[in-house]
């Protein structure tokens, strides 16, 4: 059954701290995805213990060997896979979910203190 990920979904691989003091945090996350990455089922920037995702990398299909294109939303709280295995070139552009082990490179922050 599709669902939004969820930290339990997601297993840190690397993290780092960015900036003079330290503000942005980066990471290699895997994840399991159950049709997430779309505008229903989503990939939400908490399932990675962050408030915002500035950017970024495109999702591996560790499973499939297959790369696709990942963004995130305008406000940083989820991030979009394209639906690259679309069968319209006109479609692609769409977004999809994925069922499958993923990998991706996330930058973001938490909100802390901030108002």
């Not at 991706?104 to 922050?109: A, K, L, M, P, Q």
Request: proline share 5%.
């Amino acid at each position: 059954m599709p669902a939004s990920l969820t930290s339990a979904g997601v297993t840190i691989v690397r993290r780092w701290y960015e900036g003079d003091p330290p503000k942005r945090i980066g990471l290699v996350a895997q994840m399991v995805l159950e049709g997430a990455g779309g505008a229903t089922y989503t990939i939400p920037a908490t399932a990675f213990g962050l408030d915002v995702v500035e950017s970024c990398s495109n999702v591996l299909d560790v499973t499939n060997s297959k790369v696709y294109p990942a963004v995130p939303a305008a406000d940083g709280s989820v991030v979009h896979i394209a639906d690259a295995d679309n069968a319209t070139a006109a479609n692609h552009a769409g977004l999809g979910g994925l069922t499958t082990t993923a990998q991706i490179e996330i930058h973001g922050y938490r909100k802390i203190g901030l108002a």
